[in-house]
Nanobody, 124 residues
Framework: QVQLVESGGGLVQAGDSLRLSCAASAGIFSNYVAGWFRQAPGKEREFVSLINWSGGVKYYADSMTGRFTISRDNAKNTVNLQMNSLKPEDTAIYYC?????????????????WGQGTQVTVSS
């Protein structure tokens, strides 16, 4: 059973930073695209960022570009999301996901494995 476990969420003020981490069961991340998605109350789950298997290709949603940085360590089976200059509209549950896709999908349906999510709350 493949498992993804997120950590690092919390309550911060606007302008602060948080670093989310996702730990995977052995072997998964080295062969998979890893992504972060988020879901705010009453809204659909939306794409945040993804990173390819080697870490050489990274994509971000427009509203996160320049503020968020995704990284991965395949030796440790982890993927991280550094979030800077947080805004109240970043408040959501953040999910880590992994996809066996040959491409670099930004749609949630393409991801095969999901973590349980970690809450990020940004106060104004």
């Amino acid at each position: 059973q493949v498992q993804l476990v997120e950590s690092g969420g919390g309550l911060v003020q606007a302008g602060d930073s948080l670093r989310l981490s996702c730990a995977a069961s052995a072997g998964i991340f080295s062969n998979y695209v890893a992504g972060w998605f988020r879901q705010a109350p009453g809204k659909e789950r939306e794409f945040v960022s993804l990173i390819n298997w080697s870490g050489g290709v990274k994509y971000y949603a427009d509203s996160m570009t320049g503020r968020f940085t995704i990284s991965r360590d395949n030796a440790k089976n982890t993927v991280n999301l550094q979030m800077n200059s947080l805004k109240p509209e970043d408040t959501a549950i953040y999910y880590c996901a992994a996809a066996r896709a040959s491409g670099l999908p930004r749609n949630a349906a393409s991801y095969n494995y999901w973590g349980q999510g970690t809450q990020v709350t940004v106060s104004s």
